[in-house]
């Protein structure tokens, strides 16, 4: 395991686009230290914001410390796995294609990013764009699972093509916008204009008092879905609380977005009687 | 005492203007241009290139290719996702940085060009209200000297006059248009097409003899007026034309029409490629190539040129000022849609697509574009194009020598194409293979001679000191990839690969003499019509960088 | 040794549209002046020059006099280092040192200048590593971004007075922002097929309250606030012929559906309809999802007739800002060169927010005014970084500046070249000179001494 301890104290971005266990793996300790990151507009070697420590060879990373302010943690890893305990910038898992990310703490923005493969925990709450494509892509995450325990912000799952987002705390508005696949599950409060252009897949919201579904989506039935608890119980062996009424619930069923394709189905909790 | 003078020592020179086919040469330049050898022989040059074993050519010329204006910068802004994922041009120390993609930025764009050996380029299709903004770019696109060609198969006054049998009215309009604009010849892109897609959902023409709505003129006149106005005003460049239908099955009739109807005028067809389709009306399943039937009357008809518009397989961006053919795209591969019609002018449309060789209709157009290359009889009138970035980058014109050059690698590349290539076009039965000399040919000494450019495309004394110096291989893809060193304006400004001076380049335009008094007419036009005042229109000397004027015959 | 291209300043900024006349007594006439203060950009102001004074600018609107008469000579120092006076000299020296000293410098602003100012401030960006963001991301960046997710169906403005049969406003008042835009392009005019004007046309209002602009209109759609989006997403659903439910329509956007049908079914009789849509758009809530919405119904319509939209840009040159910033970097704006190439990212290269967030350390900052506009960490941040400013007015913004350069007004001292919100690029025609320098001037001068020193 590599031991990273953030000892640095800048507002500025420190980006460490680049260092992943592949590419560290087989580099000697010195090698790694003088690793080169972006401090805004400097390069600078690792070692002069990490406390860096251990041995790469069994492709692990432990990051500790308050690294808000850096970015691009796990972008385009392929293998191994990276803990951060402490919050993370934007970009967590960028691009990813494999893997283990798990965030002790908050993320920020663009967590798993156009991801094509493997597993992004955050276990506090993330920023807007989890999941998502960036400006312009007409095509978005094609693989994965992100697993976000606490709240997110707006356009999660934005253009989606393959995949799973899970979000155990609320989402802000837009969540699976564009979509064009895969499966989006917030457990919490939702805000406006979910699903939005969503042309297939599936969005869960199920949490209380789901918001109004926008005109172009048309009321289908009310079920039970197999496939739903399957997730659940998939949910679960990851280490991701479903809430227990979620198992026996029921859950309306809408399809749509009619104006886009509409072959998307959106999935709202029947609120219990009594 | 500096004598000034650069000497090029003991290269393979290629110079096909003058005849010279790979002979050992030496070349003199000094101020700028090549010179005959300094007659005192005393006089030593300031600095020797030792070019023995190198293959010598002039700079490259892009006769057609989409770099600057408001319909490629808005396709900069509509492709963020593509340069996100394109390699990245890193700032230096003397150059800027860029994106790339499809569609380049404007440094990104020069230090390419010149990367690759080529010092010319013109842009295909600018609306004249946007000269301005296309000066801009220019400015900003280093290292190659530039012109653009001026659309006008849509412009209102030029149908007016057409419409009005006023022949001298509309000699006289594209005189002071291209002087307004400083740009370099008439472009007819879909004539009549666009007005009638400004005018009706969907609309377009579908024939050369259909009747434009509002105009009262068909697209075979605007083709064939604006055609003879260019040749009597003695433009160095004939008119420059994307005929009716492009991309449609069926279209060569339109385009062997198109060809008919120049006459004994002098005309340029762009991206032929695109306009050799056989096949039913619209129909895909008939889909074949036409290319030997229009390369038979291009041999025969000395007056007309062509540049190929070759296809490669991979993502691009098509922009185009044929409106309604953006839209068509667009909807064909449901990609998103960018459209702006020019008052008075233009119209343009742009869309993201992929060429892919599993397609049968994309294979085809890589077969037909290669065809023309390998039927045609005079290299020095089909010249190498891409139609940058329609049918993909200009950084393949690489791979499109190789493909000619190479029969080997083009059966390779034929094995990975859909099967359908081998019964609807001729390309599998094809053998014949370019050489240094005919690839110089379509790559600079042809095409600078069809754009009238007497100092440019050859080495000979008073040319232009435009040389590119390639390292010979077998693979000729490397080869052109890579030039050992360009010279500009007689300054080495790339050596192996790297920017050593990114001089601006020069500005080429024409100034044809007119009758002055047509302003009253066109002022009153724009008083009229135009959101734009009369005055602010035209762009004045002082504005262009480096201007130089291309005088008409 | 010729000067590398990359780092010389376009040189004509200094002769280009005509140099102001000499200092005259007697007045003198400018005929098709160019007015910046809108991105109607009109170019047919005859203005009135006397004793360094605009004394009359015909065909203005009230915000073009305005921007017309406001112009004095001043003796106002060119520049300011912590608020003494200093030559230009010095504060380009200082300037250059704080650029090249910091580690995320941003520059910001952009608009209210000449392209050839703009094209030299991109440059610096890139010499100094740094992030290069325009007005634009606080006004109609989301309108950038929308079209960079479906594109967009626009066309000039001449073509909406020659053509445009039925015009939306939507999201705007551009009675009051851009008081000639009626007249001069969008409901006035007599085009080609339009001969009888105003009577010719359909003018259709839709906003969340009465402007000025509603009166105008032959229709007003008064929807409820922040409902755009779902104002736009029934009328795409009635283009498709989506059967809508009507009370869910009714409490979404405040209006009846029969409206919304009657609206689209006269979007589909039109020959060439044209929605001109402003900050009511961007800057609500769903911002960018807003204006795509927008972009996507134009689209759709196509199908059925003719439609084009067209944001209504603010700043006289905002626009330019956009093409300058697009062909230099391949990006419109929030464009970052801390790793030595262009990277695009709205939300994270954008100025409110790399200030708000704390990540700036320093600033150069063209015509504009955060300092006023700015939230509250933003503006924050900027008091605590070294910042230079330039800017012809005196603003919060100049007068907290480690550096302040007062600069020529652009069109009333400085030539150069504009483009209007349509993309149209128009020439400026100054009237009086200044003493000051031109943004051009300064940029130019920090642009040399940043390459010196990061070499």
């Known amino acids: 395991m590599l031991s990273l301890r953030y000892k640095a104290d800048t507002s500025i971005p420190v980006e460490v686009e680049g260092l992943t266990p592949s590419a560290v793996r087989n580099m000697s300790l010195a090698e790694i230290q003088r690793f080169e990151i ?145 499966t989006v599950l917030v457990f919490g409060p939702c805000g406006n204009r979910p699903a939005a252009g969503m042309r297939r897949g599936t969005v869960g919201l199920l949490g209380e008092n789901p918001p109004a579904l926008l005109v172009s989506f048309r009321k289908s039935c009310v079920c039970q879905p197999l496939f739903l608890l399957l997730i659940f119980r998939h949910l679960q062996s990851l280490g991701f609380a479903v809430p227990r009424e979620c198992w026996s619930a029921n859950y309306r069923l809408y399809h749509g977005d009619h104006v886009a394709v509409g072959r998307g189905e959106v999935l709202i909790r029947e609120r219990e009687a009594g | 005492m500096s004598s000034g003078f650069l000497k090029i020592a003991g290269g393979t020179v290629y110079d096909p203007a003058h005849g010279v086919n790979g002979e050992r040469r030496d070349i003199w330049i000094r101020e700028g241009k090549i010179v005959d050898p300094p007659s005192d022989p005393e006089v030593r040059p300031e600095r020797t290139v030792d070019a023995a074993d190198l293959v010598v050519m002039p700079g490259g010329v892009d006769m057609h290719c989409h770099i600057a204006g408001p319909k490629v910068n808005s396709a900069r802004k509509m492709r963020p996702e593509q340069k996100r994922k394109a390699e990245k041009v890193m700032r230096t120390p003397s150059t800027r940085s860029g994106t790339m993609g499809s569609v380049p930025s404007t440094f990104a764009t020069g230090y390419k060009y010149a990367g690759m050996g080529y010092t010319t380029a013109f842009d295909a299709a600018i609306p004249p209200l946007a000269a301005r903004h296309v000066h801009e770019e220019f400015e900003d696109t280093p290292c190659i000297d530039k012109g653009f060609f001026v659309l006008m198969g849509n412009n209102h006054f030029v149908m007016q006059s057409i419409q009005r049998n006023e022949p001298e009215r509309l000699r006289s309009f594209i005189a002071w248009l291209l002087g307004a604009a400083k740009g370099f010849t008439p472009k007819i892109v879909n004539p009549g097409g666009v007005e009638i897609w400004k005018q009706l959902p969907s609309g377009n023409v579908h024939g050369l003899d259909e009747n434009v709505a509002h105009f009262g003129v068909t697209p075979r006149q605007i083709v064939e007026q604006v055609a003879h106005a260019v040749d009597s005003l003695r433009l160095p460049h004939s008119v420059h034309i994307h005929a009716n239908n492009l991309g449609m099955p069926g279209n060569w009739r339109t385009t062997l029409e198109t060809m008919k109807t120049l006459g004994d005028s002098r005309g340029h067809l762009s991206h032929i490629q695109f306009h050799s389709y056989g096949g039913g009306e619209a129909d895909e399943n008939t889909f074949n190539s036409k290319a030997a039937e229009l390369v038979e009357y291009v ?105 000619l050059m190479d029969r080997t690698y083009r059966e390779e590349m034929l094995k990975d194409v859909h099967p359908a290539v081998l019964e609807r076009s001729r390309l599998g039965d094809l053998t014949r293979e370019y050489s240094l000399y005919e690839i110089c040919i379509i790559t600079r000494s042809g095409p600078a001679r069809i754009l009238g450019l007497k100092n440019k495309g050859h080495l000979g004394p008073g040319a232009d000191a435009d040389i590119t110096i390639y390292t010979p291989n077998d693979d000729k893809t490397k080869m052109f990839e890579l030039p050992r060193m360009v010279i500009k304006s007689g300054v080495v400004i790339v050596e192996q690969g790297e920017i050593r001076e990114p001089l601006t380049g020069k500005l080429l335009y024409v100034a044809p003499e007119y009758d002055a008094s047509i302003e009253t007419d066109i002022s009153e036009w724009f008083e009229k019509y135009y959101s734009i005042r009369f005055r602010n229109y035209p762009v004045s000397l002082d504005y262009l960088h480096d201007p130089e004027e291309v005088s008409c015959a | ?136 991301s606080v006004c109609h960046g989301p309108s950038g971004m929308a079209f960079q997710g479906v594109g967009e169906v626009t066309c000039t403005l001449g073509e909406v007075a020659n053509r445009g049969d039925l015009i939306i406003f939507w999201g705007g008042n551009p009675a009051e922002s851009h008081p000639r835009h009626f007249t001069k392009y969008s409901l006035m005019p007599k085009g080609m097929f339009v001969p009888n004007g105003r009577k010719d046309r359909t003018a259709v209002g839709v906003d969340v309250r009465k402007t000025k602009t509603a009166k105008a209109m032959d229709l007003f759609f008064q929807i409820k606030p922040r409902s755009d989006f779902e104002a736009l997403w029934t009328l795409r659903a009635l283009a498709k012929g989506i059967e809508v439910d009507a009370q869910q329509v009714k409490n979404d956007t405040g209006i009846e559906l029969a409206r919304w049908q009657d609206l689209m079914d006269r979007m589909k009789a039109a020959k060439f309809g044209v929605i001109l849509f402003g900050m009511g758009l961007t800057m609500t809530r769903g911002k960018h999802l807003n204006s795509e919405a927008l972009l996507s119904l134009a689209r759709d319509m196509n199908a059925f007739t003719r439609f084009v939209v067209k944001p209504m840009r603010g700043h006289g040159n905002v626009t330019g800002a956009d093409n300058v910033v697009t062909w230099q970097t391949g990006y419109p704006f929030g464009v970052n060169m801390s790793r030595g190439y262009p990277r695009f990212n709205p939300g994270e290269y954008t100025s409110s927010d790399t200030l708000a967030r704390g990540e700036a350390d320093a600033a150069l900052l063209v015509a504009c005014d955060p300092m006023a506009n700015f ?48 993309d149209v690029p128009i020439v400026l025609r100054p009237a009086f000179p200044s003493s000051h320098p031109s943004d051009f001037d300064v940029l130019s001068a920090i642009q040399r001494r940043v390459t010196e020193l990061k070499k």
């Open chain 2, 299 to 403: 041999d025969a008809h000395p007056n007309l040129t062509v540049d190929v518009g070759q296809v490669l397989f991979g993502e691009t961006t098509t922009m185009t000022a044929d409106g309604p053919l953006g839209y068509y795209l667009s909807n064909a591969f449901k990609s998103k849609w960018f459209s702006s019609d020019t008052e008075m002018e233009s119209g343009c449309g742009i869309a993201p697509i992929e060429y892919k060789n599993t397609s049968l209709v994309h294979s085809l157009q890589w077969a037909i574009g290669l065809e023309w290359y390998l039927l045609a009889k005079d290299p020095w009138r089909v010249v190498m194009s891409t139609d940058h970035p329609n049918g993909g980058s200009f950084l393949a014109y690489p791979q499109i020598i190789q493909l």
């Open chain 1, 38 to 182: 972006f401090h805004g507009n400097r390069k600078v070697p690792l070692a002069e914001f990490f406390d860096v420590s251990g041995d790469p060879a069994d492709a692990r990373f432990e990051f500790e410390g308050n690294l808000a302010g850096v970015h691009w943690i796990g972008a385009h890893m392929a293998e191994g796995e990276i803990h951060v305990r402490g919050d993370a910038g934007r970009h967590v898992g960028s691009e990813m294609t494999g893997g283990v990310i798990h965030v002790h703490g908050n993320a920020s923005d663009w967590v798993g990013g156009e991801m094509h493969g493997g597993l992004i925990h955050v276990h506090g709450n993330a920023g807007h764009l989890i999941g998502s494509a960036y400006r312009g892509s007409q095509t978005g995450m094609t693989a994965g699972t992100i697993l976000i325990d606490g709240s997110v912000g707006n356009e999660v799952g934005l253009t989606l093509r393959r995949g799973l987002l899970a979000i155990g705390g609320g989402c802000g508005d837009f969540v699976g916008a564009n979509m064009i696949a895969g």
């Open chain 3, 1 to 136: 040794m010729s000067t590398p291209a990359a780092n010389t300043p376009p040189h004509r900024a200094g002769v280009r549209g005509g140099d102001p006349g000499p200092v005259d007594s007697s007045a003198t006439v400018i005929e098709d002046s160019t007015c910046t203060f809108c991105g109607c950009v009109c170019d047919d102001i005859d203005i009135t020059v006397k004793d360094n004074h605009i004394t009359e600018a015909k065909r203005a609107c009230v915000l073009g006099k305005a921007w017309f008469f406001n112009h004095h000579a001043d003796d106002r120092p060119s520049c300011l280092i912590e608020g003494r006076p200093a030559t230009v000299a010095e504060g380009v020296e200082r300037a250059a040192r704080i650029l090249t000293d910091a580690k995320y410098p941003i520059i910001y602003g952009l608009s209210d200048t000449t392209s050839e100012a703009q094209r030299v401030a991109v440059g610096i960006g890139d010499t100094i590593g740094g992030t290069v963001d325009t007005t634009t």
């Open chain 3, 375 to 422: 939230s509250q960490p933003a503006r924050e941040r900027l008091q605590a970084i070294p910042y230079i400013a330039l800017d012809p007015k005196d603003t919060p913004t100049t007068r907290a500046a480690t550096v302040a350069f007062t600069t020529a007004t652009y069109g009333i001292n400085v030539p150069g070249t504009v483009y209007r919100m349509d």
